[in-house]
């Protein structure tokens, strides 16, 4: 009996040490989940939501999402006296590496409304991991329930990767017709998500997950500069990369748009081909003074001291990159 009861406890104290857990790292915001999957949308983030992680590096990585669901201020759906400017893009454009204070959507807002005579609101529609095939589809929505009075949409390397993400995508039929790929929907984790889905809110479950995701890091985590580096095989990507059909295609369909203008940096194989499709397009090139910071100013956009690694634009680039557009963008929007 005393053993049983000394189970009972013990279950007990372990029950309300994961309630204390659960509600430390929910309220103070260090591990919260900030994706759910939407029917409609697929994954997209959850509004209202303070959210940090333990295992992000580069910046300090605090964001927070607004009642629409997107990192930053909501746009608001009525405002006649602000001139709004929707960014979409994906984690350069989301941004959560810095703190949104010293992103390049409010630099450029701050430099922009203090050179103009209009009122500019800038608005961050990025989404992390957001691959061309998926950016054309966030572009409707976007101008279906935001209509921003401008668009900017960021193209560089990473936009050319594969849809990873269970979200709905633009393919290319037997016709060679844009068709809207919802299979996420058929999947068995989407379905197993819809059963299950309000313990993704939970905050142990997010931090046992990412821990999971780290547990072939360890050993390097663990004994650091000491862990043996593996052989790197340099594979030349020169000859095999290339501009998809679909890729192309939806560049070519999102030129036809007069009213978006592009931000581009693209330092990879691809770039030739991308800079001729964009011609005759609205667009901004970051490259030419972001290899400036690091030849000139001796600064590497992406470089981040706090890990001593390579990724997303720093601080310093996020700051160069709002000064240029704030400077550039009143051009576009006479036109």
């Known amino acids: 009996m005393e053993k049983l009861k000394n189970i009972f406890f013990a279950i007990l104290g372990f029950g309300l040490m994961l309630i204390v857990l659960e509600l430390f790292f929910t309220l103070g915001g260090i591990t919260n989940p900030i994706i759910r999957i939407d029917s409609k949308y697929g994954e997209q983030y959850i509004p209202d939501k303070m959210c940090n992680s333990l295992f992000v590096t580069e910046g300090f990585g605090l964001a927070k999402t607004n009642e629409n ?9 009525i405002n006649s006296s602000e001139k709004t400017i929707g960014v979409i893009g994906n984690s350069f454009v989301a941004s959560r590496q810095v703190f949104s204070r010293n992103n390049f959507l409010n630099i450029s807002e701050i430099h922009l409304n203090r050179d103009s005579e209009s009122t500019y609101g800038v608005y961050n529609y990025g989404k992390e991991a957001l691959p061309l095939s998926q950016l054309l589809h966030v572009k409707e929505i976007v101008k279906e ?3 921003p009075d ?3 949409i960021l193209i560089n390397d990473r936009s050319f990767k594969a849809a990873s ?7 290319l039929d037997n016709k060679e017709q844009f068709v809207l790929n919802t299979d996420f929907k058929s999947t068995i984790v989407y379905k ?3 059963k299950v889905s309000w313990l993704s809110n939970s905050s142990i479950l997010f931090l046992a997950y990412r821990v999971k995701n780290f547990l072939p890091n360890t050993g390097r985590i663990i004994f650091d500069k000491f862990y043996p580096d593996k052989e790197v095989i340099l594979v030349n990507t020169q000859e095999k990369e290339q501009l998809s059909t679909v890729n192309s295609k939806i560049l070519h369909t999102l030129v036809a748009d007069k009213d978006i203008v592009f931000i581009t940096d693209i330092r990879g194989v691809l770039a030739a081909d991308v800079k001729e499709i964009l011609k005759d397009a609205n667009t901004i090139d970051l490259r030419p003074f972001l290899e400036e910071m690091e030849t000139i100013d001796g600064v590497n956009p992406y470089y981040w001291e706090i890990d001593k690694d390579y ?6 680039a996020h700051k160069k990159i709002g000064l240029e557009l704030a400077k550039k963008l009143p051009h576009f929007f006479k036109r």
């Open 145 to 147: 329930e935001y209509n």
């Open 192 to 194: 197993v998500y819809q």
């Open 69 to 77: 669901g997107w990192f930053g201020k909501g746009q608001p759906k």
């Open 311 to 316: 990724g997303h634009w720093n601080n310093e």
């Open 165 to 171: 993400r269970m979200a709905p995508f633009y393919e």
């Open 150 to 152: 401008h668009i900017l």
